[in-house]
């Protein structure tokens, strides 16, 4: 599906837009306190960067055709969906789970928004994926922030 100049422009106000969305979540983080938050959980965070290593290495992949890479998509949705009902389990968690809904929708511009329109497109290029790799990782990056900065627990031994 070729794109023209507007679609682009679009696409590229919709993804700044997401993103804004996502910084919007940190601030109300920042104005409703820590006391209102769930503390530092270091799988959480662990498993977030490990699911952004393995979501830009298979977007690499997307110049190939989607077929090829099928069962590898299907894991990886697995995968972020476990990470998302593992948040939503967490108390106290509602800005992170926000985060994880907005990186997922499919009807986004962001990893959801990606991986249907590779699937529906069959082949993407090189330059759109490159370019939504470096908005992608950013959003993985904000979730892993913000639970960077959560309390650590006093009974965390380090």
């Known amino acids: 599906m070729k ?3 507007c ?6 106000r919709s993804v700044t837009i997401a993103l804004r969305n996502m910084c919007v979540l940190i601030l109300c983080l920042a104005l409703v306190g820590c006391a209102s ?9 662990s498993q977030t960067k490990a699911l952004k290593t393995e979501a830009l290495q298979l977007m690499d992949l997307a110049t190939d ?8 998509v299907d894991h990886l949705k697995n995968k972020l969906e476990t990470s998302r009902q593992y948040e939503k389990s967490r108390r106290k968690n509602s ?3 926000q985060q994880w809904n ?3 929708n499919p009807d986004g511009y962001l990893l959801g928004g990606f ?5 529906e497109s069959v082949t993407l290029n090189k330059t759109v994926i490159t370019e939504e790799a470096k908005i992608i990782g950013d959003a993985f990056d904000q979730i892993t922030e913000l639970e960077a900065h959560k309390r650590k627990s006093p009974y965390i031994v380090k």
């Open 3 to 5: 794109q023209t100049g």
């Open 7 to 12: 679609q682009k422009t679009d696409i590229s």
């Open 37 to 45: 938050m769930a503390a530092f959980d270091s799988y959480s965070y």
């Open 65 to 72: 055709s989607f077929r090829l890479h099928v069962s590898k």
């Open 95 to 97: 800005i992170t789970v």
């Open 102 to 104: 907005v990186l997922l």
């Open 115 to 119: 991986l249907k329109e590779w699937e």
